[in-house]
C-alpha cells in the first residue's frame, strides 16, 4: 500500500512537472514572439466574418477595416468639453482622427498617451483631433484627473455611435478621415503603431 501511495505521488510529481515545462515553453514562444507577429495575431480578428445576432437589426463585423473609403455618417451639432459645436458639415475641409472609446475601457485609457503624443506630434499639420465618449460630461472629466487627453471630447456619445454611426468593432476604433469625410484608414490599437508608421498614415498626405 505504501509502495502503491509513493507511486501515485510519483505520477502526480510528474504530471506537475510536465504541465510546468509546457507552460515555460510556451511563456519563452510569446516573449520571443516579434511584434510583427503579435500584430498579425491581432490583425487575424480583421478575417473573421461579418456575424448578425438573432432579435437584432445591428450587424457586428470584425472587419472595421471594411469601413476604409466609406464615408462617415451624416451628423447634426454636438458639443465638446468646451462646449463648441461639431458635425458632419463643420468636419468636411480638415484632415482629421476621430477616436471613439469609453472611460471604463482599459485598451481605451492605456491609448491615451500613445495618441496624445501623436496628437503633439502633428501639432503642426492642418489635422483636427477628436474624439466620441459614450460616457457623460462628468464621468469624462474624472477620466481626465486619472489621464489627460488632447483630443477634443465629445461627451454624451453612446447613441449617436450606436444609432447614426452603427459601429459596433469594439473599442477603441480610430478613423483617419480626409477632408471630403472619406475614412482612409482604420486603427483598433494605436500604441501598436511606430512613429514611422504614423508619419506613412499622416505626414505625407495632404488627403485631398
Not at 474624439?131 to 486619472?146: A, G, P, Q, Y
Amino acid at each position: 500500500m505504501t509502495k502503491l501511495i509513493q507511486h501515485g505521488k510519483l505520477v502526480q510529481l510528474s504530471l506537475f512537472l510536465c504541465f510546468v515545462s509546457i507552460f515555460a515553453c510556451k511563456l519563452q514562444t510569446s516573449k520571443n514572439q516579434s511584434r510583427e507577429e503579435y500584430l498579425e495575431s491581432i490583425n487575424e480578428v480583421y478575417k473573421k466574418p461579418t456575424i448578425r445576432i438573432e432579435g437584432q437589426d445591428t450587424i457586428y463585423s470584425y472587419k472595421p477595416k471594411l469601413l476604409i473609403n466609406s464615408q462617415i455618417a451624416v451628423f447634426n451639432e454636438m458639443p465638446d468639453m468646451d462646449n463648441k459645436m461639431h458635425s458632419y458639415q463643420s468636419l468636411l475641409g480638415k484632415t482629421k482622427l476621430l477616436y471613439f472609446w469609453f472611460t471604463t475601457c482599459p485598451p481605451c485609457i492605456e491609448s491615451k498617451p500613445c495618441l496624445n503624443h501623436i496628437q503633439q506630434k502633428f501639432a503642426n499639420k492642418n489635422i483636427e483631433f477628436i474624439s466620441f465618449c459614450r460616457n457623460s460630461k462628468s464621468l469624462v472629466n474624472e477620466s481626465l484627473n486619472d489621464k489627460p487627453f488632447n483630443f477634443k471630447i465629445i461627451p454624451d456619445s453612446d447613441k449617436l455611435i450606436d444609432s447614426v454611426f452603427n459601429y459596433s468593432f469594439g473599442y477603441p476604433l480610430l478613423l483617419i478621415v480626409d477632408k471630403q469625410n472619406t475614412i482612409k484608414d482604420v486603427v483598433r490599437f494605436p500604441c501598436f503603431v511606430s512613429d514611422a508608421e504614423w508619419e506613412r498614415k499622416l505626414g505625407d498626405k495632404e488627403f485631398d
